[in-house]
């Protein structure tokens, strides 16, 4: 069994920046596609990014340009580097990462318990 661990976090103002981090541990043969998500109350959970194993990227429309996802894979770890935030940003964000446990098997889904990202205007 593996575990996501998100950092970073936490409070700014409105046009600030934050860099969130997440580090996968335990016993596992590679990682897929690595994601972000976050929810904010009262809406839907929503996808801000994703990154495959070729390192393409996708991008909710309402981060395009604002945000970037990237990932070390040698350190396990996805990285989202969030800059012009705005108020509508604050949710709680949460990493997700498609894992292969062992060879034969298939990938299954880790999620992180999420970092709350809060923007003040």
């Known amino acids: 069994q593996g575990q996501l661990v998100e950092s970073g976090g936490g409070l700014v103002q409105a046009g600030g920046s934050l860099r969130l981090s997440c580090e996968a541990s335990?016993?596992?043969?590679?990682?897929?596609?690595m994601a972000w998500w976050r929810q904010a109350p009262g809406k839907q959970r929503e996808m801000v990014s994703s990154?495959?194993?070729?390192?393409?990227?996708n991008y909710g429309d309402s981060v395009k340009g604002r945000f970037a996802i990237s990932r070390d894979n040698a350190k396990n770890t996805v990285y989202l580097q969030m800059n012009s935030l705005k108020p509508e940003d604050t949710a709680v964000y949460h990493c997700?990462?498609?894992?292969?446990?062992?060879w034969g098997s298939g990938y299954v889904n880790y999620w992180g318990q999420g970092t709350q990202v809060t923007v003040s205007s």
């Open positions: 335990g016993s596992f043969v590679r990682i897929g596609t």
């Open positions: 990154i495959d194993t070729g390192n393409n990227t």
């Open positions: 997700a990462m498609s894992v292969l446990i062992q």
